[in-house]
């Protein structure tokens, strides 16, 4: 008995509001359209009190008109053009500030080469894109990088290298056979003598020292 009459109450409650939401809306569009009315009425009067001004003025005071409103255009066209110069310039310095940042955060990697460290790993820094040697050359097989320029490597098949003759000795003895006692082929067992005392020893240096050192062999 009590939740039946709750139930009542909430569904009598509940009606009376949907009334008086109902009735707000419907006044809300009665005052739209009279307020829709009235601005059509106004807008019909002031466009007939502008024919018969215009209908009753002279033709010294219609060319005034005329003149006044392309003044008032000018004056319009050039004040919208001074701002569009204006965000125009605003655009462009700021381009030219963001290209300006941009060079200065290249600006450590430039001659990079000559002050290379090789305990820094460059390919971890956004500014570097290298990538891998994947693209293959169809004309020369050469490997290059994806962003490598086109051409570089043989002029699309137009250079053409010839066989390599064989080396002349000692570069021939030294790279192709005949290593010294302990050579690898990239570091080789180089006899020394101490000018001191004469004592002779092994070293083992690069083949660059080697060659630099040829001398003394």
Sequence with gaps: GVNQLQYMQKK????????SQYSQRKSVRREIAHQTEERASGNEQSRQRMAQIRAEETAEQHATRLEDARLRVRQSRSATSNVLRSQQREHNRLQIYERRQQGKAYQ?????????NPSEDYCLSRHVL?????????YCKALKFSGETKGMCCAPGKTKLSQLKEPPEPLKKTLLAG???GADGYNFSVKMANPVNGEETNRKCSAMNYYSYGLMV
Excluded at 12 to 19: Q, V
Excluded at 108 to 116: D, E, G, K, Q, V
């Design 130 to 138: 290298i990538g891998t040697m994947t693209v293959v050359c169809p």
């Design 108 to 116: 450590p990697y430039n001659r990079l080469a000559f002050r290379y």
């Design 12 to 19: 009598t409650l509940s009606k009376i509001k949907f009334r």
């Design 179 to 181: 290593y010294t006692d």
